[in-house]
């Protein structure tokens, strides 16, 4: 079998789709700031002022791709003259931006046709290369259509959690476009348990 990358797939819908939504793209950071506004505002309670609600947003977009959790965040906004207590710490620790990425590749995957090129049982290289050598092949253990992703149990997975961990659809998650079709001489034998 060849090695074919599993993206960019053509699909009826479009040849070669677009790049995946990531965390940091403009677009899932503003939805992140737009669903921390109603929070910020009961927070802000008498001193929010309606005129200042782009402001408000562009400094919240600001602040959640400076900083990993509430605090940092705060510290940033503190040199934009908030007055950050406890309480915005909390509310700034929400903004992980995990939900509004997850809706923006379901939207992807449905605009683009993104389809499943390998099933449940296949054994994958995993093109990561900041991941180890143990997790660079695996089979998959399921599939997660809506989010273009396979769940992939591989040698360091099998090791760390177990065989019956992977028999339930446990694994890394990947990609789909980080998956190709390995060669069956390429994948350790301590597979074969998946």
Not at 76 to 93: G, K, M, P, T, Y
Request: hydrophobic share 40%.
């Amino acid at each position: 079998m060849s090695n074919e990358p599993a993206l960019p797939l053509d699909t009826p819908e479009q040849r070669n789709p677009p790049r995946r939504p990531q965390r940091r793209d403009p677009d899932v950071v503003k939805a992140a700031a737009m669903s921390l506004l109603p929070d910020i505002i009961e927070w802000l309670d008498a001193d929010w002022n309606e005129a200042e609600r782009d402001r408000t947003i562009a400094d919240l977009e600001a602040a959640i791709q400076v900083g990993a959790d509430g605090y940092e965040r705060c510290k940033f906004l503190d040199r934009l003259h908030w007055s950050c207590d406890a309480q915005l710490v909390e509310i700034l620790d929400g903004a992980d931006g995990y939900h509004e990425l997850r809706n923006a590749v379901q939207a992807w995957v449905a605009a683009n046709g993104i389809k499943a090129k390998f099933a449940v049982g296949d054994r994958v290289d995993i093109e990561r290369p900041n991941w180890g050598a143990e997790d660079q092949i695996g089979t998959i253990t399921s599939v997660k259509a809506e989010t273009a992703e396979y769940v992939v149990a591989t040698p360091k997975f099998l090791r760390e959690h177990g065989t019956e961990q992977a028999a339930k659809g446990g694994g890394l998650v990947v990609a789909f476009e980080d998956c190709t079709l390995a060669n069956k001489a390429d994948v350790p034998s301590t597979t074969e348990a998946v």
